[in-house]
Every structure is written in C-alpha cells, then in structure tokens.
C-alpha cells in the first residue's frame, strides 16, 4: 500500500514538471529592471498601470518631419536661456552642493552635460511659460534603458520631462522621452536617431497652491519634433523613481533646470516666454 502510494505521489510530480525547455523569452520582454519595467512598483492614481509597468505598451514611433521643430528662432519677448554662446544665464548645482558656475562644456554653439558636476539651473525664474529646448544623443553614447542618454528639463526644479535615447532604446512606457516620467508616455515616439537633433516645445501652467494645499497641478502640453505627444496632461507632484510623486507647496516661480544624470547630452537653442492667463494680467 505504501510503496504504491509513493509510486502515486511520483506519478503527480512528474506529471506536473514543466516542460524542460520552455523558450527564452526575448530581452525585451523580461521585466524588473530600468530597460523593461517594474511590476512591484505602485499604482498611478487615476490610471489602470503602475510607475513604469512592465506590461503598458510603449508608444508607437512616429517619424517626424524633416527638420521639424529644429532652429526656430525666439520671438522677440522671449528670455534667450542659451544661444549656444556661454551658460551666463545659469548656475550649476551639485546634488548636496552649493550652487557655483556651470561646468558643462560649451562648444560648437551647443552645451554638453560633463557627467556629475551637477545640473544647470537658471538665474531667473519662471511659472507658466512656453519653453524651447533642443537636444541631441551623442552617436557616442552607450549603454542601455534609462542609462543611454537620460536627461531631462526640468519645470520648476521638479516637474520633469524624460530625455533619453529613444528612437532604438528601449525603456518602459512612462520613461521615454517626451514622457512625464513615471506617470505619462508620450502619445507616440518621435524621437530622432542617436546623433540628430531633437526638439521639445513646452507649454507648462505652473500648480497652484492655497497656504499649503494644491488647488490646481501642474499642467503640460508638449510637441516633440512638432508632434503633439503630450495634451494638457497632470503632473502627480515632483518627478520621483519607482514611486508616485507629491505635491510639496512653493513659489509662484521657481528656476528650470537641466537633469545631470550622469551621462552626456547637448542642448542648445534654448529660450523661454512668461505667460500671462487671460484675465490674470
Ligand atoms: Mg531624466
């Protein structure tokens, strides 16, 4: 009796064995990491994904037109940020560091992050404004997910938007460029080849505090080489990894800032617009 309840029991193993060899999935589709996406990370309030979900489907790439949103000259009640001369617009800030003068390199009229000195951060300060950025991949850049070529533009110091390598790498959904990280994917992926120009035109309403309680977010709508990828989308709260963002109350303006996250990025032809709200000035 016991020997063939035994014999029993093996048959039930056996027969629950798995197959011996299962097919290995692509790299792609593996999960848990900075290229594919996480599954132990929280919900975003609002949304059926998690922060940086490995199952949502990352945008369909889009190939912009020929030299779109490149060169575009600033109107004349703009701010010049950057006109690929000198950084005397900005200041440098190092993680835990006092502020000091920027370290990034400035030549053939554009500027290019040196990993670790800290990121750029304007002199004057803004809220509602129109933004102008271009940026560029170096062809020499490596590595892979959020390490090949991760910047990002700043709002206010907090609210960012991704930069990244994005038109051969791959990263999860609300990591790309164009992306609100961690909370919107663009549309669609419009991202130039490694080593062409990109260009970001921003259109962002600063949130809104009473004393300490946010009464409106902060609210942005992108084009990304002249293709809408963000329409009026909300910020969570400052930009975090792995988590949902908060609000934190703070002034009517605030400094932009340009991400040094320890990889080298150009930008240039950088300029800016306040903008009144109709009824407001
Ligand atoms: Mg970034």
Redesign the pocket.
Known sequence: MRVLFVGAMAAALWSQQPPAAAPAKPAEELAGDDTNGYTDTPRIPGQRWRVHDVDRPRPPKVTPGAGAGLNTPPPSDAIVLFNGKDLSQWISEARGGKPQAPKWKVENGYVEIVPKTGRLVTKEKFGDCQLHVEWMIPKSAGGTG?SRG???VELMRRY?I???ESNQNLTYADGGAGAI?GVWPPMVNPARPQGEWNAYDIFFQAPRFEGETLVQPAVLTLFFNGVLVQDHKAYLGTTVWRRVGTYRAHAAEEPLSL?D?NQAVRFRNIWIRRLGRSGEN
Request: zero cysteines.
């Open positions: 959020q991760n910047s990002g960012e991704q930069v990244l990280y991400q996250h």
